[in-house]
């Protein structure tokens, strides 16, 4: 039933496709943004909450 | 380099902290009360303003909105002005938001047992109510996204993209699922109907969950977590992580409320998918947590903070495992309408918000009020006293919904439900019930008492209204000497930032949403089924009135076990004039979706009169006040109206002449009630909603008949 009406919308094969690409790029990119952060930075920012009375 | 004087503003963190701790007591004691009504009906006190079905609202709402809201503002405030080393952007914003959010409360407070509600689960408010949340809600995020614009520190830090987040999508749901037409000023029909109002709905339930109680508060466990430990959190990187999958995973998972009903299967098993992935985020949020004491786990033994912080993220990684189970279809078969899924929330609710917000309140009072915990011996009273009432509430609960469900499903060898009689598994689970308010009484006790530790610890100290403090102000030259353009982009942008997180959860909204909307076939038509006659609208509006849904499910799940005590299980297209619909969520009665027929009119009658009476044993309140109160008939044209608005195809014109034909189908109700000998009047409410209640699964039996014929 709902396979009929699915295939009614044109082109709705594209709609997981899509989504599963989306997915995947968005958790390449996450991933790799993550990991290629430098620990300094890493470091700064994980000691932000203990600099809040002066700098 | 110039250093700039300013001062942090405590005093909304203070006015928050009062509202949470008084709203926190207020709702405990009002989930209590719902609690007993359970085992003694004898506490719905008999007046149409606390029964169960209006009580449970007020307590879903109160603590959600007024105990965990306040104590995420307070948490926020605080936090916030020094992670940005800047004081909030307006005061007048702040103090606007207070207040607003207040009165909300307070309209909420009136209006939930005054029966205004849409029955949609935390949603309940009526569209003025929603309106003024919408102003008061932005008036939040204008001033938080303003102090972000004043900050002194370049980089925002990750509790508050998580505030960001939580902004931004409660924002986007309360806007989508609050869509509705008003009728008069306290009523309204949902934009959406059945099906499509139902995945609506639990889009915005389940984020709700998930931006409301959730996303804020794992903010404030990056602040508070690092700060009562006093070591930083055990990798910034997970963080990260942690942000952008939870918040883009979370916002698919809605459906995964209403598996094995008739929403579309796809839908369904895209609920599960994303709910089984939402594991890992959650999981390693947790760890994090957990992880950041690491080497310090002898101050846990020692700083009730801590062990409040503890238990709080544990039950947190406890419900986030839990609730992708129940996800399962296989598991959730059996937990969904029991109390199972009473004691899941409860873990999340009593555990991780509350022993969360109390460690915060522990540790943030002493600061404020620059002193020391006036007890820590009591501090840990309170925290036994939790813990305890958290087993004791959540055991029963599980052990409850088992019970109940097995019973529910039982057969015996000659292929007869064991338990035919509703009644019988509901009698089962008292005692179960009694203990689980014994747990919920522990908790509150405990509570109190927290209360009155940070009352004497505020009058030991001296209350800091305006913490100085002092920072450079931000270069426009700043070059990153560290971490790379990438992460230049998105912390030094707040804008950016906020638009990012939007489009993260917006793609899986629509991704879900936009099939089920586009294609008006997702819900198969049934042609016998028909609008509701004005009677029926009145009398649906009482069912809504008294919050039903509350107990009652309208939604026959395709199981033996529910096709042969209920009857056809319900489908997709019975439910395309339903504004809204009201399927429920829990079953502490039998499911109502194939009433018509089932009883007459009279036993209809006498049950709502004395529910005890015509079942013996039952827990279901009387319903006095509907016998007294008539109907307004001036309403029906406005209510005809308002549906067709909504897309209900009555004919145009019909408004004007829907009172007749709702007079004669009432005059027919009371001639019937007559020849059973009992006298009433045709207008009473009681006679609507003896029509609604028959109207229910009859025209699937017409749909029935038809093919009957056909096939001849």
Redesign the interface.
Same mark, same amino acid.
């Given at each position: 039933? /709902?396979k009929n #009406?699915?295939q +009614? =919308?044109d082109n =709705?094969a594209i709609?997981p496709v #899509? $989504?599963l690409a =989306?997915f995947f790029i968005?958790?390449i990119v @996450?991933?790799w943004? +993550?990991?290629? +952060? !430098?620990k *300094? /930075? =890493?470091? &700064?920012? $994980? &000691? @932000?909450?203990?600099n !809040? *009375?002066?700098? | 380099m110039e250093i700039q004087h300013f001062s942090y503003d405590n005093k909304i963190v203070k006015a928050f902290i009062i509202a949470t701790v008084t709203f926190g007591l207020v709702g405990m004691l009002v989930g209590l009360t719902a609690a007993i009504q359970l085992f003694y009906p004898i506490f719905n006190f008999d007046t149409q303003y606390t029964t169960f079905g209006r009580i449970r609202p007020l307590h879903t709402n109160a603590i959600i909105f007024a105990f965990v809201g306040n104590a995420m503002f307070a948490g926020v405030y605080y936090s916030l002005q020094r992670l940005l080393k800047a004081r909030m952007f307006s005061d007048t914003l702040s103090w606007i938001h207070f207040w607003g959010w207040q009165l909300i409360i307070l309209a909420a407070a009136i209006t939930l047992p005054l029966g205004l509600t849409t029955s949609k689960e935390y949603a309940e408010l009526e569209w003025p109510i929603d309106i003024a949340i919408a102003i008061v809600w932005v008036i939040f995020g204008w001033n938080m996204i303003g102090t972000i614009f004043r900050r002194r520190e370049r980089h925002m830090y990750v509790a508050i993209w998580f505030y960001i987040a939580t902004f931004v999508t409660v924002a986007v749901l309360h806007i989508v699922n609050s869509f509705e037409m008003p009728v008069t000023l306290f009523k309204s029909y949902s934009w959406y109907a059945g099906v499509q109002d139902a995945l609506v709905q639990w889009w915005y339930g389940h984020n709700a969950v998930a931006f409301f109680l959730t996303t804020p508060f794992l903010g404030l466990m990056y602040y508070f977590l690092p700060k009562a430990a006093n070591r930083p959190v055990y990798s910034y990187r997970l963080s990260i992580i942690h942000f952008w999958s939870l918040i883009f995973i979370y916002i698919w998972a809605g459906p995964h409320h209403l598996l094995y009903t008739s929403l579309p299967d796809w839908a369904q098993s895209l609920g599960t998918v994303f709910s089984i992935m939402l594991i890992a985020p959650s999981w390693g949020g947790m760890l994090n947590g957990l992880m950041t004491l690491r080497g310090a786990w002898d101050k846990v033994r020692e700083d009730p903070v801590l062990k409040f912080m503890v238990v709080a993220i544990t039950a947190y990684g406890m419900a986030t495992l839990e609730g992708p189970l129940l996800s399962l279809k296989n598991v959730n078969a059996i937990a969904h309408f029991t109390d199972w899924i009473v004691a899941h929330v409860h873990v999340g609710g009593l555990g991780w918000n509350g022993f969360l917000i109390f460690g915060i309140l522990y540790w943030v009072v002493p600061k404020m009020w620059a002193t020391k915990l006036y007890s820590t011996r009591l501090a840990n009273v309170h925290f036994w006293l939790g813990t305890l009432g958290i087993v004791f509430y959540a055991l029963p609960m599980y052990v409850s919904g088992v019970v109940q469900s097995l019973m529910w499903k039982e057969f015996n060898p000659e292929g007869f439900l064991v338990y035919k009689n509703f009644l019988e598994t509901t009698v089962q689970i008292l005692p179960l019930h009694m203990l689980r308010a014994i747990g919920g009484g522990l908790y509150l006790i405990g509570a109190i008492i927290m209360t009155y530790n940070l009352i004497k610890t505020a009058y030991a100290g001296n209350f800091i209204a305006n913490e100085a403090a002092e920072a450079a102000p931000l270069t426009k030259d700043y070059v990153a000497t560290s971490g790379g353009w990438h992460h230049r982009v998105l912390e030094h942008k707040p804008l950016l930032f906020t638009v990012l997180s939007l489009i993260a959860i917006l793609i899986g909204g629509i991704l879900e949403m936009v099939p089920t909307f586009l294609i008006k076939s997702n819900v198969p038509t049934i042609a016998s089924v028909k609008p509701y006659t004005p009677l029926e609208v009145h009398g649906r509006d009482i069912y809504i009135r008294e919050g039903c849904s509350n107990c009652h499910t309208q939604m026959v799940r395709p199981f033996r076990s529910e096709t042969e005590r209920y009857g056809e299980y319900s489908k997709a297209g019975e439910y395309v004039y339903d504004h809204p619909f009201l399927w429920g969520s829990k079953r502490t009665g039998p499911d109502l979706h194939r009433t018509n027929g089932k009883y007459s009119n009279a036993w209809h009658y006498n049950h709502m009169l004395a529910p005890d009476a015509v079942s013996t044993g039952s827990i279901m309140p009387p319903y006095p006040w509907l016998f007294e109160q008539s109907i307004d008939q001036n309403l029906t044209a406005g209510k005809i109206s308002a549906l067709r608005k909504v897309g209900v195809p009555y004919n145009d014109g019909y408004e004007d002449t829907a009172n007749e034909d709702l007079q004669k189908q009432a005059n027919e109700i009371a001639t019937n009630l007559k020849a059973d000998g009992i006298e009433t009047s045709p207008n009473a409410e009681i006679v609507a909603l003896i029509a609604y209640l028959q109207r229910l699964g009859k025209d699937i039996k017409a749909e029935k008949v038809a093919q009957t014929n056909e096939n001849k």
């Amino acid at each position: 039933m /709902y396979k009929n #009406v699915l295939q +009614a =919308i044109d082109n =709705i094969a594209i709609w997981p496709v #899509v $989504s599963l690409a =989306i997915f995947f790029i968005f958790f390449i990119v @996450l991933l790799w943004w +993550a990991f290629t +952060a !430098d620990k *300094k /930075y =890493i470091n &700064e920012m $994980s &000691e @932000l909450p203990f600099n !809040d *009375k002066r700098k | 380099m110039e250093i700039q004087h300013f001062s942090y503003d405590n005093k909304i963190v203070k006015a928050f902290i009062i509202a949470t701790v008084t709203f926190g007591l207020v709702g405990m004691l009002v989930g209590l009360t719902a609690a007993i009504q359970l085992f003694y009906p004898i506490f719905n006190f008999d007046t149409q303003y606390t029964t169960f079905g209006r009580i449970r609202p007020l307590h879903t709402n109160a603590i959600i909105f007024a105990f965990v809201g306040n104590a995420m503002f307070a948490g926020v405030y605080y936090s916030l002005q020094r992670l940005l080393k800047a004081r909030m952007f307006s005061d007048t914003l702040s103090w606007i938001h207070f207040w607003g959010w207040q009165l909300i409360i307070l309209a909420a407070a009136i209006t939930l047992p005054l029966g205004l509600t849409t029955s949609k689960e935390y949603a309940e408010l009526e569209w003025p109510i929603d309106i003024a949340i919408a102003i008061v809600w932005v008036i939040f995020g204008w001033n938080m996204i303003g102090t972000i614009f004043r900050r002194r520190e370049r980089h925002m830090y990750v509790a508050i993209w998580f505030y960001i987040a939580t902004f931004v999508t409660v924002a986007v749901l309360h806007i989508v699922n609050s869509f509705e037409m008003p009728v008069t000023l306290f009523k309204s029909y949902s934009w959406y109907a059945g099906v499509q109002d139902a995945l609506v709905q639990w889009w915005y339930g389940h984020n709700a969950v998930a931006f409301f109680l959730t996303t804020p508060f794992l903010g404030l466990m990056y602040y508070f977590l690092p700060k009562a430990a006093n070591r930083p959190v055990y990798s910034y990187r997970l963080s990260i992580i942690h942000f952008w999958s939870l918040i883009f995973i979370y916002i698919w998972a809605g459906p995964h409320h209403l598996l094995y009903t008739s929403l579309p299967d796809w839908a369904q098993s895209l609920g599960t998918v994303f709910s089984i992935m939402l594991i890992a985020p959650s999981w390693g949020g947790m760890l994090n947590g957990l992880m950041t004491l690491r080497g310090a786990w002898d101050k846990v033994r020692e700083d009730p903070v801590l062990k409040f912080m503890v238990v709080a993220i544990t039950a947190y990684g406890m419900a986030t495992l839990e609730g992708p189970l129940l996800s399962l279809k296989n598991v959730n078969a059996i937990a969904h309408f029991t109390d199972w899924i009473v004691a899941h929330v409860h873990v999340g609710g009593l555990g991780w918000n509350g022993f969360l917000i109390f460690g915060i309140l522990y540790w943030v009072v002493p600061k404020m009020w620059a002193t020391k915990l006036y007890s820590t011996r009591l501090a840990n009273v309170h925290f036994w006293l939790g813990t305890l009432g958290i087993v004791f509430y959540a055991l029963p609960m599980y052990v409850s919904g088992v019970v109940q469900s097995l019973m529910w499903k039982e057969f015996n060898p000659e292929g007869f439900l064991v338990y035919k009689n509703f009644l019988e598994t509901t009698v089962q689970i008292l005692p179960l019930h009694m203990l689980r308010a014994i747990g919920g009484g522990l908790y509150l006790i405990g509570a109190i008492i927290m209360t009155y530790n940070l009352i004497k610890t505020a009058y030991a100290g001296n209350f800091i209204a305006n913490e100085a403090a002092e920072a450079a102000p931000l270069t426009k030259d700043y070059v990153a000497t560290s971490g790379g353009w990438h992460h230049r982009v998105l912390e030094h942008k707040p804008l950016l930032f906020t638009v990012l997180s939007l489009i993260a959860i917006l793609i899986g909204g629509i991704l879900e949403m936009v099939p089920t909307f586009l294609i008006k076939s997702n819900v198969p038509t049934i042609a016998s089924v028909k609008p509701y006659t004005p009677l029926e609208v009145h009398g649906r509006d009482i069912y809504i009135r008294e919050g039903c849904s509350n107990c009652h499910t309208q939604m026959v799940r395709p199981f033996r076990s529910e096709t042969e005590r209920y009857g056809e299980y319900s489908k997709a297209g019975e439910y395309v004039y339903d504004h809204p619909f009201l399927w429920g969520s829990k079953r502490t009665g039998p499911d109502l979706h194939r009433t018509n027929g089932k009883y007459s009119n009279a036993w209809h009658y006498n049950h709502m009169l004395a529910p005890d009476a015509v079942s013996t044993g039952s827990i279901m309140p009387p319903y006095p006040w509907l016998f007294e109160q008539s109907i307004d008939q001036n309403l029906t044209a406005g209510k005809i109206s308002a549906l067709r608005k909504v897309g209900v195809p009555y004919n145009d014109g019909y408004e004007d002449t829907a009172n007749e034909d709702l007079q004669k189908q009432a005059n027919e109700i009371a001639t019937n009630l007559k020849a059973d000998g009992i006298e009433t009047s045709p207008n009473a409410e009681i006679v609507a909603l003896i029509a609604y209640l028959q109207r229910l699964g009859k025209d699937i039996k017409a749909e029935k008949v038809a093919q009957t014929n056909e096939n001849k």
